[in-house]
């Protein structure tokens, strides 16, 4: 195990429907990450979180909302989504070092996103 | 943006063999990069990092090499275990970005015969 989990692990939601993905980390971490991974796609960055605050926003749709209420939990809530929302949803996190681009980031398990 | 490739979506090896993954990157501002494993059912795991200004860097079974003339990356697993199978990608970041920097390829997926 990572340190980091997520839940729940499998969702499927219609697109008028309200939820939230959930993720926890437990090695102690300032900086955490969402992401999108598509079927023979590339791992796209979300959203970043650094000591609570959000730091990067990658133009990514108002349906998807994040929430980090403190270091050791971030939320990513979802409204009115669309069927090609539907991926593997990831959170990361990372020490949190003043560079996070050098930081490691640890995976969790992800969230299976199934919009119908 | 800049793209990072893999140039092969699929590798079969037979157990004990050694395997290479090779990754192709265009930023040339690239200065660190990183070898992910993801495994079915989890998150991606990493493996092993190289900056720029190194050509070559080895860990337990794993050797990262990279190539800046040729903007090439390649993990090589030596004696490959079942547990190798997965799908593995690299990652680049490039100078003057934030997290956004971080780009993965899309993956080569490790198929490990017995």
């Known amino acids: 195990e990572t340190g980091v989990t997520q839940t729940p692990r499998h969702l499927v939601m219609g697109m008028t429907n309200k939820k939230s993905l959930k993720c926890e980390q437990h090695?102690?971490?300032?900086?955490m990450y969402w992401y999108k991974q598509s079927a023979k796609k590339p791992l796209e960055l979300m959203f970043v979180?650094?000591?609570?605050?959000?730091?990067e926003n990658n133009s990514v749709p108002s349906r998807f909302s994040p929430e980090c209420p403190n270091s050791s939990h971030l939320f990513l809530h979802l409204h009115t989504l669309q069927p090609e929302d539907s991926a593997l949803y990831l959170c990361?996190?990372?020490?949190?070092?003043?560079?996070?681009?050098?930081?490691?980031?640890?995976f969790g398990p992800g969230t299976r996103l199934t919009v119908l | 943006g800049e793209s990072v490739g893999l140039h092969l979506p699929t590798l079969s090896v037979q157990e004990g063999d050694n395997s290479i993954i090779n990754c192709a990157y265009s930023?040339?501002?690239?200065?660190?990069f990183i070898w992910y494993k993801q495994e079915s059912g989890k998150g991606p795991q990493f493996i092993i990092d190289?900056?720029?200004?190194?050509d070559k860097r080895q860990g337990q079974r794993v050797t990262v090499l990279l190539n800046k003339t040729v903007k090439h990356l390649s993990l090589q697993i030596a004696a490959t275990q079942p547990g190798d199978s997965a799908v593995y990608f690299c990652?680049?970041?490039?100078?003057?970005?934030?997290?956004?920097?971080?780009?993965f390829g899309k993956g080569t997926h490790l198929i490990i015969q017995p």
């Open positions: 990361a996190s990372s020490q949190g070092s003043v560079d996070l681009r050098t930081d490691t980031q640890y």
């Open positions: 090695l102690g971490h300032n900086a």
């Open positions: 979180y650094s000591l609570e605050e959000r730091v």
């Open positions: 930023n040339s501002a690239s200065d660190y």
């Open positions: 190289i900056r720029s200004n190194m």
């Open positions: 990652a680049e970041m490039y100078s003057g970005g934030g997290a956004d920097g971080l780009t």
